[in-house]
């Protein structure tokens, strides 16, 4: 079954500092999608990459995709509060969307 | 607002009760997902109907069923209810638009047996 293998798990940062999350997925969809989740509320879109090489930036998120090494990466520049959060990637294939374990992203003041 | 509504928001029942939750897509959006989210498991995808139709089964329980009516309205039946099964449920459409395959989840209904 495909597999989507986010790291870290848990990341606790300090604001204005620089960080990637990583989400390496085992299939050859060129389809990657990146949600954010607050504690408690349901998934919001974030990004969507279609094709190699995609890169996507809102704010201070970035994310880009390279389907050659499976891997899509979700960059944040400048951490500020607002962004702690749950980060999840998904993977498109064959009709079903696949989702990493999450990130739970904390930052603090 | 993701134009996704679900309902009720909460639930609060006892095992081995049956219960339904209801999901509209946004308008336009023919396909309908439902995901279960629990703190062990994460989000596992159960089903996907799309049009009526089911298109696709994914973790789902035999003690689940779901189903699409014609004005694209789905419900996901969850019977026999066990402590387990206390959880978030998610329903999502999905784009037609730029974004292929983009989905858009509703607020959840939160699901607890006791």
């Known amino acids: 079954e495909l597999k989507v293998e986010q790291n870290p798990l848990f990341l606790s940062m300090q604001e204005g500092k620089n960080y990637t999350i990583y989400c390496n997925y085992s299939?050859?969809?060129?389809?990657l999608y990146w949600y954010r989740q607050d504690p408690g509320k349901s998934l919001e879109s974030l990004f969507v990459?279609?094709?190699?090489?995609a890169v996507k930036q809102e704010g201070r998120l970035m994310a880009s995709l390279d389907t050659k090494a499976r891997l899509s990466t979700l960059h944040i520049t400048a951490a500020v509060h607002d962004l702690s959060a749950t980060y999840f990637c998904?993977?498109?294939?064959?009709?079903?969307?696949?989702f990493g374990s999450g990130t739970k992203l904390n930052v603090k003041p | 607002d993701s134009g996704v509504t679900q309902t009720p928001k909460h639930l609060i029942t006892a095992t081995g009760q049956r219960v339904t939750l209801r999901c509209s897509p946004r308008s336009g959006d023919l396909s309908v997902y439902w995901y279960q989210q629990s703190l062990d498991q994460g989000l596992q995808f159960l089903i996907q109907?799309?049009?009526?139709?089911?298109?696709a089964k994914g973790n789902i329980l035999e003690r689940f069923s779901a189903q699409q009516f014609p004005d694209l309205h789905s419900e996901l039946n969850l019977s026999s209810l066990e402590l387990g099964d206390s959880a978030l449920y998610f329903c999502?459409?999905?784009?037609?638009?730029?974004?292929?395959?983009?989905?858009?989840f509703g607020p959840g209904t939160r699901l607890t047996v006791l």
């Open positions: 109907y799309y049009n009526g139709e089911e298109r």
């Open positions: 299939t050859t969809s060129d389809r």
């Open positions: 999502a459409s999905r784009s037609r638009g730029q974004a292929p395959n983009e989905q858009f």
């Open positions: 998904a993977v498109w294939d064959f009709n079903k969307f696949y």
């Open positions: 990459l279609l094709s190699n090489g």
